[in-house]
């Protein structure tokens, strides 16, 4: 993989959004960032690259994922109709002006920050706390049925580092309880909408070591569509706009970071530290919705201390994506 064999297979937007375009004027697509965070930068900056990318009218709403008992009790969030309970509407339109020190963890002024899309987006996706797909499969269908409602033509979720994939460290000790997995378990389950999976940067969230990500590109097979360079693109453009308003440890500074150095490797400065590539945080990689997700039975031993190191760095500094 130091070789960048996982480069040889691109990825091109405006192809896959061809069969989605065809005689239409315009098309509806939902994009989630996955673990809320600055996973909404990366949501809209997907949404501006297929903007760019056909010529058709491309109508976006942007979702990102938070904690449901928080905005459940909160009156400020109104629910966004009655058929989506868990779907909160901002308490504001106005967009967020932020700035490096700009103390967001446990709110939604990252996602305040972002340019208002389609339905006054960015939506809160208020999801449950330390469930599964497997202990509550009943809460995983209702809110794949919600998303539904929307109609959108197609759906794309976004992700920074990747821990969707491969676990991560940011969960109750279940990969499967991790935000952005269970998230991407939703997404999985939506009904007739076809659905890709997008990841920015590989191991730009600091989560997963070289090792397991390298693994986890290896086992995805046909299930890896490709990649595409964030250099040059409307993702690396949006991601300009809010890089001064930014920590330097914030993911998508980690991608920019990246994008000025011609090194072969790159040590990520959060969370694991993980040396890798400088490609896996120069480029999007896009998986079907069937890839196979890492959890225990692909670990090693390695790996699980690896999450126990992880966790005790992310919780005790609470790095945000």
Same mark, same amino acid.
């Given at each position: 993989?130091?070789?960048?064999?996982?480069?040889?297979?691109?990825?091109?937007?405006?192809?896959?959004?061809?069969?989605?375009?065809?005689?239409?004027?315009?098309?509806?697509?939902?994009?989630?960032?996955?673990?809320?965070?600055?996973?909404?930068?990366?949501?809209?900056?997907?949404?501006?690259?297929?903007?760019?990318?056909?010529?058709?009218?491309?109508?976006?709403?942007?979702?990102?994922?938070?904690?449901?008992?928080?905005?459940?009790?909160?009156?400020?969030?109104?629910?966004?109709?009655?058929?989506?309970?868990?779907?909160?509407?901002?308490?504001?339109?106005?967009?967020?002006?932020?700035?490096?020190?700009?103390?967001?963890?446990?709110?939604?002024?990252?996602?305040?920050?972002?340019?208002?899309?389609?339905?006054?987006?960015?939506?809160?996706?208020?999801?449950?706390?330390?469930?599964?797909?497997?202990?509550?499969?009943?809460?995983?269908?209702?809110?794949?049925?919600?998303?539904?409602?929307?109609?959108?033509?197609?759906?794309?979720?976004?992700?920074?580092?990747?821990?969707?994939?491969?676990?991560?460290?940011?969960?109750?000790?279940?990969?499967?309880?991790?935000?952005?997995?269970?998230? &991407?378990?939703?997404?999985?389950? =939506?009904? +007739?909408?076809?659905? %890709?999976? $997008? /990841? !920015?940067?590989?191991?730009? @969230?600091?989560?997963?070591?070289?090792?397991?990500?390298?693994?986890?590109?290896?086992?995805?097979?046909?299930?890896?569509?490709?990649?595409?360079?964030?250099?040059?693109?409307?993702?690396?453009?949006?991601? &300009?706009?809010?890089?001064?308003? =930014?920590? +330097?440890?914030?993911? %998508?500074? $980690? /991608? !920019?970071?990246?994008?000025? @150095?011609?090194?072969?490797?790159?040590?990520?400065?959060?969370?694991?530290?993980?040396?890798?590539?400088?490609?896996?945080?120069?480029?999007?990689?896009?998986?079907?919705?069937?890839?196979?997700?890492?959890?225990?039975?692909?670990?090693?031993?390695?790996?699980?201390?690896?999450?126990?190191?992880?966790?005790?760095?992310?919780?005790? @500094?609470?790095?945000?994506?």
């Amino acid at each position: 993989l130091m070789k960048n064999s996982h480069l040889k297979t691109k990825f091109d937007f405006s192809s896959f959004l061809s069969p989605y375009t065809n005689n239409k004027k315009e098309i509806q697509i939902g994009i989630i960032g996955l673990g809320g965070g600055c996973d909404i930068i990366s949501a809209w900056a997907v949404g501006e690259q297929c903007k760019k990318s056909t010529s058709c009218q491309v109508r976006i709403t942007l979702f990102n994922c938070k904690s449901h008992y928080r905005y459940n009790k909160d009156s400020s969030y109104k629910t966004f109709n009655d058929k989506t309970p868990h779907v909160f509407r901002l308490p504001t339109t106005d967009v967020a002006q932020l700035n490096p020190k700009s103390i967001t963890y446990g709110s939604t002024l990252v996602s305040q920050s972002v340019p208002r899309q389609n339905h006054e987006s960015p939506l809160i996706l208020g999801l449950p706390k330390n469930i599964t797909y497997k202990s509550d499969p009943q809460t995983i269908d209702e809110i794949a049925k919600e998303l539904s409602t929307f109609k959108f033509d197609v759906v794309i979720g976004v992700d920074a580092g990747g821990d969707s994939a491969t676990g991560g460290v940011d969960h109750s000790g279940d990969v499967e309880t991790g935000r952005d997995r269970l998230m &991407l378990r939703i997404c999985r389950e =939506l009904h +007739q909408i076809p659905f %890709i999976h $997008i /990841i !920015l940067g590989l191991c730009s @969230d600091g989560e997963s070591s070289f090792d397991l990500m390298n693994r986890f590109l290896i086992s995805a097979g046909d299930d890896y569509l490709g990649c595409f360079p964030i250099q040059n693109s409307a993702v690396e453009d949006c991601f &300009l706009k809010m890089n001064s308003k =930014l920590a +330097q440890t914030r993911t %998508i500074n $980690i /991608i !920019l970071n990246a994008l000025k @150095d011609n090194s072969e490797t790159r040590q990520v400065q959060r969370g694991l530290s993980p040396i890798v590539p400088t490609t896996y945080l120069t480029h999007g990689y896009v998986f079907s919705s069937s890839v196979h997700l890492f959890g225990p039975k692909d670990f090693t031993k390695d790996d699980l201390m690896n999450v126990a190191k992880g966790r005790n760095a992310f919780f005790g @500094d609470h790095i945000a994506t």
